[in-house]
């Protein structure tokens, strides 16, 4: 194959652009997307009566779960992807001896992207129960403003990608 020097130049220009482009774009920190971390307030449960947290559910819409910091022993997580711009994350306890005794135990349990903050909200409850002679069961739910919300700089979400 006997190519020119300048035909050459011409198509390894192109790519070297076109990847150049493609990387810088890559390393740019996002700066509409916000890292969150989610903690419940406290919620002081009937300790006389054992009342304890046995699953937790997360609705948010334009965001992303990022990560789950803390799944309590014995529990499941599920993630439901985005459809329509709402997800939403349930956790449950395996068993009522791996129910939470305090909702401090869920401290900074998830990490969540703020997509579009525009239209960003976040609600979340948890289902406690308790015995007194009968069982008891309640819902405890809360608005984005009721939620420990802390900011996580960017950057440290972004090396870990």
């Not at 525009?118 to 406690?128: L, Q, R, T």
Request: one cysteine or more.
């Amino acid at each position: 194959m006997n190519m020119k020097i300048p035909e050459l130049i011409s198509p390894l220009l192109a790519m070297s652009l076109v990847l150049g482009c493609a990387s810088i774009h890559e390393h740019q920190p996002m700066r509409d997307h916000f890292y969150r971390t989610i903690s419940f307030p406290d919620v002081s449960l009937k300790s006389e009566d054992n009342e304890r947290i046995e699953s937790v559910e997360v609705v948010m819409h334009c965001g992303r779960f990022a990560a789950i910091n803390y799944i309590p022993n014995d529990w499941s997580a599920k993630v439901i992807s985005p459809m329509s711009e709402e997800t939403k994350m349930i956790m449950e306890a395996g068993h009522g001896i791996s129910t939470l005794w305090h909702s401090s135990d869920l401290t900074k349990f998830i990490t969540i992207l703020v997509v579009e903050p525009e239209c960003f909200d976040i609600k979340a409850s948890f289902v406690s129960s308790y015995f007194d002679g009968e069982e008891h069961s309640r819902t405890v739910s809360f608005k984005e403003s009721d939620l420990i919300i802390e900011n996580l700089p960017n950057q440290a979400m972004q090396q870990r990608r």
